[in-house]
């Protein structure tokens, strides 16, 4: 089946410094790629979608110039979290939709992210 | 605007059936997912369904009434394993999916 794999799983980050989270499809092309945000007890969020080629699309709410999004190739999509503050300690977990089985999202395993 | 219900926490008994429901509002339909969420990891795929009726998958099986705007995930021959969270999720006109709260799956020995 297809993999996605995400980089690094787990990252503690003092406050104000910036993190950088990969997601990788492994075995297939992926032309887009969702990053979402999952707070304790609660369902996960869209944060924005990622097209290879071209700018994010971001959600509602969602600051684009803190939550950098660069899906450079058909495998690869990075989300940056700058300056990274303690309210951003958060599971992100991202998913590509393959070319071949546009209806169903792969998701990796996602990155806890510790901001003190 | 759009809409996926759940109940939030559901407790059944080792080796039992559970039914676990999802009602829907969305605008367009391109399938519906469930997943299996266990505490701290990311959502695994069970199903999905896009024409009415039960899809089966070995002891999970899900179900699909579009015009009533509803699913269901039935597990059968539960196992403490299968303690997570369940959650449903539409695909909407724009191929995105719309999530579900979850549903806390409990299973007592």
């Known amino acids: 089946g297809a993999v996605v794999s995400q980089h690094p799983s787990r990252v503690i980050c003092k406050s104000g410094t910036s993190v950088k989270i990969e997601c990788r499809s492994l075995?297939?092309?992926?032309?887009?790629m969702f990053w979402y945000r999952q707070f304790p007890k609660k369902s996960l969020m869209l944060m924005a979608t990622s097209n290879e080629g071209s700018k994010a699309t971001y959600e509602q709410g969602v600051e684009k110039d803190k939550f950098l999004i660069n899906h450079a190739s058909l495998t690869l999509s990075t989300l940056t979290v700058t300056s990274a503050h303690p309210e951003d300690s958060s599971f992100y977990i991202c998913s590509a939709r393959s070319d071949r089985e546009s209806n169903e999202q792969f998701f990796g395993p996602g990155t806890r992210l510790t901001v003190l | 605007g759009q809409n996926i219900d759940q109940p939030t926490e559901m407790t059944a008994t080792e080796g039992a059936i559970v039914q676990i429901n999802c009602t829907y509002q969305?605008?367009?339909?391109?399938?519906l997912f469930w997943y299996q969420q266990h505490a701290g990891e990311a959502p695994t795929f069970l199903s999905y369904?896009?024409l009415d009726g039960l899809e089966e998958k070995g002891r999970f099986s899900s179900f699909l009434s579009r015009s009533k705007g509803y699913s269901y995930l039935l597990l059968k021959e539960l196992q403490m394993k299968d303690s997570a969270s369940y959650l449903c999720?539409?695909?909407?006109?724009?191929?995105?999916?719309?999530w579900g709260a979850g549903t806390k799956l409990i299973i007592k020995p």
């Open positions: 075995d297939f092309q992926a032309t887009t």
């Open positions: 369904n896009v």
């Open positions: 999720a539409v695909m909407d006109s724009n191929y995105q999916l719309i």
């Open positions: 969305t605008s367009g339909f391109n399938g």
